[in-house]
């Protein structure tokens, strides 16, 4: 039990859905992030939310749109992905953005 | 953008020996983190180190944040079977005000250990 919860823990959809990650943390932390891990490659940032504001996005492509509702819960709303989007998207948190971060176990993705 | 080289890529031990990997990067970090991750699973925290030469131990691993601030290794003794995974380690400039965020992540290393 890391203190960070991801829902669903395996995805599977068309390139035309629509569809929502979401992240829930019970570690009373401030800051969230999004982050893709993909095969052979370090894992790459996405966002970045601290209490609720969105103080990065990293040159994300707008088919990926976040939602931070309150320092416990993070979304990744989905919508017309690419095959290249398939991944394993990873959320994480810390108390603040300057401290250690804490992971989720992840979403699987698989766009078909 | 920075970029972390760890090595080795991959290893494979006998149950029981020692094993040591390493990152170095061509900037400075001021925070150093070490991470495992199981299969089906996310990054978990193994380490952090936040000050130039400190060593610091959790169990049978130990890390050290090198003095140039540029490089790091981790160190697991007598290994056993449940070391089995893939270590990240990761460096952060945490006073560096916008991008104090920002973790930057080796590709990591791949540990293989026979019983």
């Known amino acids: 039990e890391t203190g960070v919860t991801q829902t669903p823990r395996h995805l599977v959809m068309g390139m035309t859905n629509k569809k929502s990650l979401k992240c829930e943390q019970h570690?009373?932390?401030?800051?969230m992030y999004w982050y893709k891990q993909s095969a052979k490659k370090p894992l790459e940032l996405m966002f970045v939310?601290?209490?609720?504001?969105?103080?990065e996005n990293n040159s994300v492509p707008s088919r990926f749109s976040p939602e931070c509702p309150n320092s416990s819960h993070l979304f990744l709303h989905l919508h017309t992905l690419q095959p290249e989007d398939s991944a394993l998207y990873l959320c994480?948190?810390?108390?603040?953005?300057?401290?250690?971060?804490?992971f989720g176990d992840g979403t699987r993705l698989s766009i078909l | 953008g920075q970029q972390l080289n760890q090595s080795p890529q991959s290893m494979f031990i006998q149950e029981g020996e020692d094993v040591s990997m390493n990152c170095t990067s061509s900037?400075?970090?001021?925070?150093w983190l070490w991470y495992k991750q199981d299969p089906g699973e996310g990054p978990v925290l193994l380490i952090a180190?936040?000050?130039?030469?400190e060593l610091t131990s959790n169990g049978r691993l130990t890390a050290q944040f090198g003095i140039t601030r540029k490089d790091s290794f981790l160190n697991i003794s007598a290994s056993i079977p449940s070391d089995v995974g893939i270590y990240f380690c990761?460096?952060?400039?945490?006073?560096?005000?916008?991008?104090?965020?920002?973790?930057?992540f080796g590709k990591g290393t791949k540990l293989s250990v026979i019983p």
């Open positions: 939310y601290s209490l609720e504001e969105r103080v």
């Open positions: 570690l009373g932390h401030n800051a």
């Open positions: 990761a460096g952060q400039l945490t006073d560096s005000g916008a991008g104090s965020y920002q973790l930057t």
């Open positions: 994480a948190s810390s108390d603040r953005v300057n401290q250690p971060q804490h």
């Open positions: 180190l936040y000050k130039a030469g």
């Open positions: 900037s400075i970090f001021n925070t």
